[in-house]
């Protein structure tokens, strides 16, 4: 049964839960009377726990924008819009918002018998799948993702679980590049974890996931992806289950992704704790990043679990937010920049030396630590390990060049 808070002024209420009832036929309602009362409910709430509602209002705020209030909010496990006469215009602002679900009120409230609507308006979404719980015995999960190809994702996910396996973590990185990844190859690995076998597996137990794991480094394994493209649809569907398993059975999930949303994709930035946007300088880089956060806040995604990876960066150039600010889901998201790698990083990562490039001390690597570090620490799960800790805080190193020491930009 689905718990919902609504706002909705009197002469509609009894419309209003017809309705709902509809759409979610075991649904419980509380109304309350103000905006500032529903987004309350829900901010006070257990995120994922309650359901909002926002009806017609005689208060003077306006419908959709006090329902995209609540989505921007974050808490809400559903975010759903109640009008009369919705028009197409209507729901389109509301996708645009990343409000879950339009109701029709004047289509719901034609009754059959016992008053109930003959056929709900749509059917119910499916509950919005909560973060795994970092405060609990599972591992956070961190998902790299793009909407295009060569930005980068694979280096900053192979380099970022050398660091955390040097700070003795026990860390799992998950190819859900499930046709064409490579991030085996990184770790010197002639192969990952065939993940095409999943369909052949009822369920997916920690003891199944564990044994999907291939060592790479004392405390880095590596699961996925499918051996061969064309079995790759055979794993996808089974991705948040994988990932859900993995989780109680290593410190930390890096999730490197394919280029496009697929549904196993989906899957992963829907339980991410931090659902990693990364983006580069190249054309269509702003393009790729609008379509990628926008198709994340229409997953559910909060927006308050989104990040975005400035990568291949210019040391001496400061952070470009105003991207950020005029994209769906990106309003506040944290910035974190990325330094341009070099051959070095290229050879080194090419040559499976991951764990090399990790203790090289290059401008790549170092930011690529202290942006997961500074995660980490969001996240209440930073390792009491001093390079974890001079990551997170940002310290400079110091490296010998041409000219003697130099220092290195943050």
Known sequence: MSEWVALCAERDRAALRVALLGVD???????VGSADALRGAIAEAVPGELCALVGPSADGVS??????????????????????????????????????LVIDLDAAIGTGDGGRPVSPVVPAPPPRPVAIDVAGPRAPLVVMCSGRGGVGKTSIVATAAAHAALWGLDVCAVDLDLACGNLFSCFGLSGGSNLSRLSAVGSISPEV??????????????VGPCDRPETSELAAARAGELLSALATSCDLLLVDTSPTFTD???????????????????????????????????????????????????????????????????ETARVFRTFEGGLETEDLLASGRAIDLAESGSPFSDSVASALAQMLAELGRLPDAEGARRAAGGEPRWHRGLFGLRREAR
Request: without cysteine; proline residues 4%; positive net charge.
């Open 25 to 31: 036929p075991g649904a419980s309602l509380e109304l």
């Open 63 to 100: 419908p959709v924008n006090l329902a995209a209030a609540i989505v921007s909010d974050g808490g809400a496990r559903t975010v759903a819009l109640a009008e009369r006469g919705v028009t197409g215009s209507l729901r389109s602002r509301a996708a645009r918002a990343g409000i879950d």
């Open 209 to 222: 996931a564990e044994g999907m794991r291939v060592t790479a480094h004392p405390g880095l394994s590596v």
């Open 264 to 330: 196993a994709v989906a899957q992963a930035a829907q339980l991410a704790d931090r659902l990693v946007i990364v983006s580069d300088g190249g054309p269509g880089a702003t393009a790729a990043l609008a379509r990628t956060s926008g198709l994340a806040v229409r997953l559910g995604v909060a927006r308050t679990r989104i990040v975005r990876i400035e990568n291949r960066a210019n040391p001496r150039e400061h952070a470009d937010l105003s991207t950020g600010r005029a994209e769906v889901g990106l």
